[in-house]
């Protein structure tokens, strides 16, 4: 912990950033209206304003922490959510319709890549042939 003289916390969080060379910053914020912001004033207001590092501002407060008897709870809840997400977003797997075509274009791009290696490695062998002969007419 920064211990210091200055008042503003905001000022302590840019020093420490500055001081231990931290690239970004999360913090949270505290609802107040206008006036008491204008009184108090806005830690990171301040600190938005000020670092020099990267900062985060989270505007909304965490739920309350879940806690859970074992790990089969933990699974089965996340397995949950992840079903509940897929029901509205939808999958987020390839889809059999279009994976003919993904695959299409992986080997497209895979022969295009194999071709153009294979140029670059006939012009490698044609210069070292060409060095060679090179220094074979200076040796005789």
């Given at each position: 912990m920064m211990k210091g003289s200055d008042s503003n916390p905001g000022e302590l969080i840019c020093k420490a950033a500055e001081k231990y060379n931290i690239t970004n910053i999360v913090?949270?914020?505290r609802s107040m209206g206008g006036i008491e912001r204008f009184f108090v004033g806005s830690t990171s207001k301040y600190v938005?304003?000020?670092a020099e590092s990267n900062v985060i501002v989270v505007k909304q407060?965490?739920?309350d922490a879940e806690e859970h008897e074992n790990i089969a709870t933990v699974i089965q809840a996340e397995e949950h959510e992840?079903?509940?997400r897929e029901g509205e977003e939808g999958p987020?797997?390839?889809h059999e319709s279009n994976l003919k075509e993904v695959k299409l274009a992986e080997e497209k791009e895979r022969t295009r890549r194999l071709s153009e290696d294979a140029e670059k490695n006939?012009?490698?062998l044609f210069s070292l042939y060409k060095f060679q002969e090179e220094?074979?007419?200076r040796n005789n």
């Amino acid at each position: 912990m920064m211990k210091g003289s200055d008042s503003n916390p905001g000022e302590l969080i840019c020093k420490a950033a500055e001081k231990y060379n931290i690239t970004n910053i999360v913090m949270g914020r505290r609802s107040m209206g206008g006036i008491e912001r204008f009184f108090v004033g806005s830690t990171s207001k301040y600190v938005v304003e000020n670092a020099e590092s990267n900062v985060i501002v989270v505007k909304q407060p965490f739920g309350d922490a879940e806690e859970h008897e074992n790990i089969a709870t933990v699974i089965q809840a996340e397995e949950h959510e992840r079903l509940r997400r897929e029901g509205e977003e939808g999958p987020a797997e390839i889809h059999e319709s279009n994976l003919k075509e993904v695959k299409l274009a992986e080997e497209k791009e895979r022969t295009r890549r194999l071709s153009e290696d294979a140029e670059k490695n006939i012009e490698r062998l044609f210069s070292l042939y060409k060095f060679q002969e090179e220094l074979k007419s200076r040796n005789n």
